[in-house]
């Protein structure tokens, strides 16, 4: 009797070993079923992902200007691809803005000459207007403190703000290499060249009563490698130069 059960054991010990990964692939096929879940486009020409489902993970962050400006945040309201998107709120009767910084920075240099910023945008109400704004890691300040440069250029540049959801390709050319930071130790501004080996994130802005109100929603931010050749208004190109 005992002979029989360890003999028995031995046998299934064997099945066990001579059985294949396919056996269980087969036994396991229907018990489990992937998420679906709403698919990004597969893009190689990707460099930098700015904003997609998220504010940015592994150190990125967000802030606003002035301080009682509203926060930023992720909402289902809207989306491009995904599920969310960011909504914005600037106060229009002041310079305000809203920055979105990755974690660490990037080396753009390379791509200076086909790269584009890419992002899609939505108006509450349509024909808003702002600044698209590029900064770097910063540089030290007078005051011992440290601030990004920024490189800006207006949104009508290329076309308008809608209620309808918008594809903006910004050629990184176009926003020039002459970066400006506010220095507050002695109230003014001051241009510095921008540090493109070192990209650090996007800021949307407004100027003073440029708007009678502004909201926004943001979505699918990128710098891509290449990008389409930029058609602009009359007077193109405008860069900044010294």
């Not at 005051?143 to 440069?149: F, Y």
């Not at 699918?220 to 290449?226: L, Q, R, W, Y």
Request: include cysteine.
């Amino acid at each position: 009797m005992c002979f029989s059960k360890i003999s028995v054991v031995l046998l299934l010990g064997f099945a066990s070993v001579f059985a294949s990964f396919g056996d269980y692939r087969s036994r396991d096929s229907e018990r489990f079923s992937a998420k679906t879940v709403k698919p990004f486009h597969t893009d190689q020409d990707v460099v930098a992902i700015i904003m997609r489902e998220g504010i940015p993970r592994g150190g990125g962050y967000t802030y606003q200007y002035p301080r009682e400006n509203p926060e930023p945040f992720m909402t289902d309201k809207y989306a491009v691809q995904g599920d969310l998107s960011m909504e914005i709120e600037l106060i229009a009767s002041d310079y305000s803005g809203v920055a979105i910084a990755i974690a660490g920075s990037v080396d753009l240099l390379p791509y200076m000459e086909e790269g584009v910023l890419e992002l899609s945008i939505k108006g509450d109400k349509g024909g808003e207007v702002c600044q698209y704004v590029v900064l770097d890691d910063g540089v030290k300040t007078s005051d011992d403190s440290g601030e990004s440069l920024q490189l800006k250029i207006g949104s009508k540049s290329f076309g308008d703000i809608t209620t309808e959801w918008q594809r903006v390709s910004v050629p990184l050319k176009l926003f020039g290499n002459n970066g400006v930071y506010w220095d507050g130790k002695n109230q003014r501004e001051i241009m510095l060249p921008f540090n493109w080996d070192r990209f650090k994130g996007f800021r949307i802005e407004v100027r003073k009563d440029e708007n009678k109100e502004f909201k926004v929603w943001i979505d699918d931010i990128v710098i891509k490698k290449v990008g389409e050749e930029y058609k602009g208004p009359e007077g193109y190109p405008f860069r900044n130069v010294l």
